[in-house]
């Protein structure tokens, strides 16, 4: 088990250790000269960044809008937030300006941090946030309007110290930056477990995710490991041939385990992953409200590895619940509730109704079956669109699905075909008649060329249901 981020407290004191004991390792790799970054820079820079926020006028318990790419400029601004007693709001430099202005209102910011500097745009309607307070996230809205979450620097600290020990993080450990840092996937799983564990992180240029510099980022951080969402995934999948050559540099380093989190990631896909990184593939669940990561399969070395399911839980406490409140018993579906240090809203005796669909088995590994409020119910019967999206995943020709009501209690489905395949509706529909039952089969199908995503690489739901339903 890593025992180098026992002593964070939050974002302020994070880099302390690593700062004090391995002040020249590198923290950061960056930009498209892939330039290390040292402990020791990088907490100076922090430092800087503080000062800056000080003299910008920003005080205690003010909110800091954060808008920047995977870059050092945000990873500094982040860290000299904290150590001003500034409460951070990372927002996704991709929205539009409206949007971006609307966020930072609903946050109360007193200034904004971009990369050509820091802009003061005055407080918002947001009540101000307390001085335990690190961070406020927006999740990812992909059934419904983002919310804000704020964390506390106790949630931090939790957070990080569970995904370094699920995974056995230490100063051997490096990783490339995928995911963005706006959202807990990326900042906590990828970004602040690594820093306080001592490893290195390598920013990809232009501050974020390109599958044409993967596998080149992969050696050049000499990655032990990386996390993703299925989407990046399965693009990865679609350029594996790029992995054995790297324009004649040799294959990338072997990597302890890869990650995959955010969404379900069918079988087929994780066997070849498997075969393609050769190392294992393990499914994680997390959600903003518990600062990421609420489960996830073991290392081989510490259990078994049930793929179709997410593992157990993860310093937390966790159980399944029917309509009543009762706990299920194992095997019965109900509602996923999560409580413990790194969830929001305090700890204690509070349950978070996680609004997800899953059982649990007797070994407490967790299976997910879907968003309760995405279900469809017909002919009196309840279907999961996760689960009819999974079979039609398996038909040969179809890359992705996307399932959804049809006005009432029909079913429809957005379909992505394979570029190479030539297929028609018919022989989806004959393939989901096979294999479903005939409440589950989509009344209507349709095929197109991409489904719409969340800026984290989620399947977007709202958007599906606005565009084909």
Not at 12 to 36: K, M, N
Not at 110 to 134: H, K, Y
Request: proline share 6%; with cysteine.
């Amino acid at each position: 088990m890593a025992t180098s981020a026992l002593t964070v407290t939050g974002l302020a004191d994070l880099l302390d250790r690593q700062a004090r004991a391995r002040p020249h390792a590198p923290a950061l790799v960056v930009g498209d000269e892939r330039v290390p970054l040292s402990y020791e820079a990088l907490d100076a820079l922090a430092d800087r960044m503080a000062e800056r926020f000080v003299g910008a006028g920003l005080s205690p318990g003010d909110v800091l809008g954060l808008v920047a790419g995977n870059t050092v400029e945000f990873v500094a601004a982040l860290l000299g937030a904290a150590r001003a007693g500034v409460v951070a709001g990372p927002l996704d430099p991709a929205l539009p300006d409206a949007e971006l202005r609307a966020r930072a209102g609903m946050l109360g910011a007193g200034a904004v941090f971009t990369a050509d500097g820091i802009a003061g745009i005055g407080g918002g309607t947001a009540p101000r946030w307390g001085q335990e307070d690190a961070l406020v996230l927006f999740t990812a809205g992909a059934t419904g309007r983002a919310r804000m979450v704020p964390l506390t620097h106790a949630n931090v600290a939790a957070s990080v110290h569970t995904i370094c020990a699920t995974y056995a993080l230490g100063p051997e450990d490096a990783t490339v930056a995928v995911m963005p840092f706006f959202h807990g996937h990326g900042l906590f799983a990828s970004l602040l477990s690594t820093l306080a564990s001592g490893g290195r992180v390598l920013l990809p240029a232009g501050g974020r995710f390109s599958a044409e510099t993967f596998w080149a980022d992969l050696r050049a951080a000499g990655a032990s490991w990386f996390t993703a969402v299925p989407t990046i995934h399965e693009a990865l999948l679609d350029r594996s041939s790029e992995a054995s050559d790297l324009g004649g540099l040799g294959a990338p380093p072997p990597l302890r385990f890869v990650r995959s989190c955010g969404a379900p990631l069918n079988a087929a896909s994780q066997r070849a992953l498997e075969r393609m990184f050769g190392a294992p593939l393990l499914s994680a669940y997390g959600m903003t409200e518990a600062a990421h990561q609420i489960a996830s399969e073991p290392l081989p070395e510490r259990g078994p590895l049930k793929h179709g399911t997410v593992g157990r839980a993860t310093g937390v406490g966790l159980r399944v619940v029917d309509r009543d409140g009762k706990v299920c018993p194992a095997g019965v579906r109900g509602e996923v509730w999560v409580r413990g240090p790194a969830v929001s809203g305090g700890v204690g005796d509070g349950w978070l109704r996680t609004g997800d669909l899953g059982s649990l088995d007797e070994d407490g590994y967790l299976s997910l079956a879907g968003r309760i409020e995405s279900l469809i119910v017909r002919g009196g019967r309840t279907i999961s669109p996760e689960y009819v999206e999974d079979v039609l995943a398996g038909c040969p020709s179809v890359a992705e699905a996307a399932v959804f009501a049809v006005g009432g209690e029909r079913i429809g489905a957005a379909v992505v075909v394979r570029e190479e395949e030539c297929v028609e509706v018919d022989e989806v529909l004959r393939y989901s008649r096979e294999r479903l039952a005939a409440v589950a089969v989509p009344d209507r199908i349709v095929f197109v060329s991409a489904l719409p995503r969340t800026a984290q690489g989620g399947l977007d739901r709202v958007a599906v249901r606005e565009r084909y339903g």
